[in-house]
T-cell receptor, first 111, second 113 residues
Framework: KNEVEQSPQNLTAQEGEFITINCSYS?????LHWLQQHPGGGIVSLFM???GKKKHGRLIATINIQEKHSSLHITASHPRDSAVYICAPRIAAGSQGNLIFGKGTKLSVKP | ETGVTQSPTHLIKTRGQQVTLRCSSQ?????VSWYQQALGQGPQFIFQYYREEENGRGNFPPRFSGLQFPNYSSELNVNALELDDSALYLC????????????FGEGSRLTVL
């Protein structure tokens, strides 16, 4: 069983739709990152969460530490949101805090 | 722009050769981690350096090695290249090894022929 499970794997939406991507993990973490990767490879960290909820523009991320679950929401989706979204918990092991990655959710937003 | 720069952006090597990839961290960041991302896959953790010492390693063989310099820039070295080493190599820097915000470079795309 993977330590990080993301759903859905692929998601096609119409412009303006509300989108939710889910992430469940099975390890102890110090934080959880939501990452965005565009074709070509560059990765941008959208959020780093250790509790509660964060909002940035049309993006909202939530985490429930007890349930080991996090969600990323996109309100009023736009074609420029098309990308791969990756959930990446940061494990807590001594002083090492490396990321483990979900397989990503490929989002395509149609105009 | 994150302030993390990687070089080279693209390179082609042949089997058996050696390669060095470089990462310049964001100013003030003392932690750098390296990841390998094969085509169509998620990134995999290679290793992490904190204040010039390796403080974590993923499931990669010893021919993957690294260095972190006093200015916190970093190198990833891969010896005896294999075809399966073809991938995007990403580095990420942070101010703290456990809880600091992460900043990724654009990656170095390595092709091994």
């Amino acid at each position: 069983k993977n330590e990080v499970e993301q759903s859905p794997q692929n998601l096609t939406a119409q412009e303006g739709e509300f989108i939710t991507i889910n992430c469940s993990y099975s390890v102890g973490i110090s934080a959880l990152h939501w990452l965005q990767q565009h074709p070509g490879g560059g990765i941008v960290s959208l959020f780093m969460l250790s509790s509660g909820k964060k909002k940035h523009g049309r993006l909202i991320a939530t985490i429930n530490i007890q349930e080991k679950h996090s969600s990323l929401h996109i309100t009023a989706s736009h074609p420029r949101d098309s990308a791969v979204y990756i959930c990446a918990p940061r494990i807590a092991a001594g002083s090492q805090g490396n990321l483990i990655f979900g397989k990503g959710t490929k989002l395509s937003v149609k105009p | 722009e994150t302030g993390v720069t990687q070089s080279p952006t693209h390179l082609i090597k042949t089997r058996g050769q050696q390669v060095t990839l470089r990462c310049s961290s964001q100013s003030g960041h003392n932690t750098v981690s390296w990841y390998q991302q094969a085509l169509g896959q998620g990134p995999q953790f290679i290793f992490q350096y904190y204040r010039e010492e390796e403080n974590g390693r993923g499931n990669f063989p010893p021919r993957f090695s690294g260095l972190q310099f006093p200015n916190y820039s970093s190198e990833l070295n891969v010896n005896a290249l294999e075809l399966d080493d073809s991938a995007l190599y990403l580095c990420a820097s942070s101010q703290d090894s456990l809880t600091g915000e992460l900043f990724f470079g654009e990656g170095s795309r390595l092709t091994v022929l």
